[in-house]
């Protein structure tokens, strides 16, 4: 099982990043994906997540009106697109997958934002 995350790096403030999360090794058509968010000193927080068929998708309120999830199925890939970044999202992104019987992390993305 394996989730890779990529597309971090730094950015100014307003700018935009787009995340990929790329999966293997498990139906990913099955599983609801999730981007979790950890800054340092601070405890992992749910930024985004979006359910196996894609629909429903779930908002921080902190990210709503910034950030967008999308998957598509046919490439097994999760992605977050984030606009008008802050500051205060500078943190390390991981993807998350969860199913029935088990849940997979990627090792994460760093997303700094400054000036």
């Known amino acids: 099982v394996q989730l890779v995350e990529s597309g971090g790096g730094l950015v100014q403030p307003g700018g935009s990043l787009r995340l990929s999360c790329a999966a293997s090794g498990f139906t990913f058509s099955t599983y609801v994906m999730n981007w979790y968010r950890q800054a340092p000193g601070k405890e992992r927080e749910l930024v985004a997540g979006i359910t196996s068929a894609g629909s429903s998708p779930y908002y921080a309120e902190s990210v709503k009106g910034r950030f967008t999830i999308s998957r598509d199925n046919a490439k097994n890939t999760v992605y977050l697109q984030m606009n008008s970044l802050k500051p205060e999202d500078t943190a390390v992104y991981l993807c998350?997958?969860?199913?029935?019987?088990?849940?997979?992390w990627g090792q994460g993305t760093q997303v700094s934002v400054s000036s």
């Open positions: 998350n997958a969860v199913g029935f019987t088990s849940r997979h």
